[in-house]
């Protein structure tokens, strides 16, 4: 195991001192009159939920926010401002968004020590913004709704706000926050067991959960032992994604930029279109996909010519992504890629949900950390009637792509390059028919699920 430098430890040590003593501090600074009672202005009661994270990245809380504004409740959306928000979130005013303010740009890495030796003072950042905005810059609310990961320090001011603020905590688990940062620093790590214990500890004093999946909602009850409501609400695809037609597929497809000279290729099945969504993180192994695009494009030059050219569109951002767009050139340099032209693109909503709407295959490349958790990427792209192709082998992926009806899973690279292979070539039946079962995923919608579940707790 790597060992840290006895320098880098002072370090965090001593930071991490400073932090305790800032938190105190502040707390000690909060006024008298937080809310003992829980007196709030006139007017309905508000909620407030809480994305430490852009909140544009995060479909799952805006949509809780657009379905309480639509019930006409009050809420404070707290979170990063990084990216574009729903465009439903202004259409409500009952909606407020309040920032949080950004930590340095220079405490984002991915380098091993450095994030050990930075990360207590990111955190330190991270409690001041959060009690800036949850205690003083935004009015005191009766629920306070929490996404879950990161946990570390979400839960603990989140609690001590509603201590003061006599608010009720709900947590909205996406995710453990352990699992995430078992990737980054092994699961044997210390760190990984006091998030771990951090994490069921402050869990206990939720008034409710919300998860993602039956087999979250097992594990919170199994190893977490929560004697708290936890309610399944699994995520639906927002209004916006849609199916379309052949016409509004080729209409969207013309004036794209990324595929409108290539709209001809597309008409006459000669060029087919695959959608991969990312955050660019460790818990996708992007070079699956690179290599089984490799494999793909010498079948499609030597023993399959039958094999349409294949033009692949990644949405996203995040940390590893000029890491990959190297090995993409590279690859291209190398003419590994000769039937297959890679594109990455940033979208606005609408135009990822048409994007999704007219390709002819979505791959996920998500590997759950926590083995119960489901990537939304899949709920949008089936949502918007598009076959998935995705890592399989976890435990909750049953719950989201039943194999050969609405999508299909994976295990391997060649497992995924088959995969291709089969739905893009002459025999387009299975691909047609994985369309049809997307397009019933579409049938029960975000608004349903919601009012069905989370209406019942607010």
């Known amino acids: 195991m790597e060992t840290l430098p006895p320098v880098v430890v002072n370090i965090a040590i001593f930071v991490l001192v400073v932090s305790s003593i800032s938190l105190v501090l502040v707390l000690y600074l909060l006024p008298v009159d937080f809310s003992d009672d829980n007196k709030q202005s006139p007017g309905p009661p508000r909620y407030q939920i809480l994305v430490l994270g852009d909140i544009g990245r995060s479909p799952r809380m805006q949509n809780h926010a657009i379905s309480m ?22 259409a409500y005013p009952s909606i407020t968004v309040s920032p949080l303010p950004r930590a340095p740009r220079f405490l984002q890495t991915d380098h091993r020590l450095l994030f050990l030796a930075l990360a207590p003072v990111k955190v330190i950042f991270q409690i001041y913004g959060l009690l800036l905005v949850l205690g003083y810059r935004t009015k005191p609310a009766k629920w306070l709704l929490v996404q879950n990961p990161p946990s570390i320090p979400t839960l603990v001011v989140a609690r001590i706000i509603c201590y003061f603020r006599n608010t009720q905590f709900f947590i909205d688990w996406h995710n453990f926050g352990y699992s995430i940062l078992a990737l980054k620093l092994g699961g044997s790590h210390p760190l990984v067991y006091i998030s771990q214990w951090y994490e069921r500890f402050f869990s206990h004093y939720a008034a409710a959960h919300l998860v993602v999946s039956d087999a979250m909602a097992h ?21 916006h994604f849609r199916p379309f037609d052949l016409q509004e597929r080729l209409a969207f497809l013309g004036r794209f930029p990324e595929t409108a000279s290539f709209i001809d290729e ?29 494999g793909y494009s010498e079948l499609a030059t030597t023993s399959h010519p039958q094999l349409p050219e294949v033009m692949v569109i990644i949405t996203g951002k995040g940390p590893q992504k000029e890491h990959y767009l190297a090995k993409i050139a590279d690859m291209e340099d190398k003419d590994k890629l000769e039937m297959v032209t890679v594109k990455t693109a940033w979208l606005s909503t609408r ?55 609405n999508g299909r899973g994976f295990a391997s690279t060649e497992e995924l390059q088959a995969i291709i292979v089969e739905l893009l070539g002459d025999d387009t039946q299975q691909l047609q028919r994985l369309r049809s079962g997307a397009r019933k995923e579409n049938e029960k919608g975000w608004d349903e699920e919601w009012d069905s579940v989370a209406g019942r707790l607010f």
């Open 69 to 90: 504004g639509k019930h006409g409740k009050a809420v404070d959306l707290v979170g990063y401002l990084d990216s574009e928000l729903h465009p439903d979130i202004f």
């Open 219 to 239: 594990v919170l009850k199994r190893d977490f032992r929560i004697d708290a409501p936890i309610l399944v609400l699994h995520d639906r695809p927002a209004a």
């Open 266 to 294: 597309i008409e006459k099945l000669r060029l087919r279109v695959i959608v991969s969504s990312t955050s660019w993180t460790m818990d996708e192994d992007f070079s699956m996909l690179l290599d089984a695009l490799v």
């Open 351 to 405: 135009d990822y949900a048409s994007l999704l709407a007219s390709a002819d295959v979505g791959i996920s490349l998500h590997k759950s950390s926590s083995g119960v958790d489901l990537p939304m990427k899949v709920v949008d792209m089936l949502g918007a009637g598009l076959p998935v192709v995705g890592w399989g082998k976890f435990q909750a992926w049953p719950e989201l792509v039943q194999e050969g009806v």
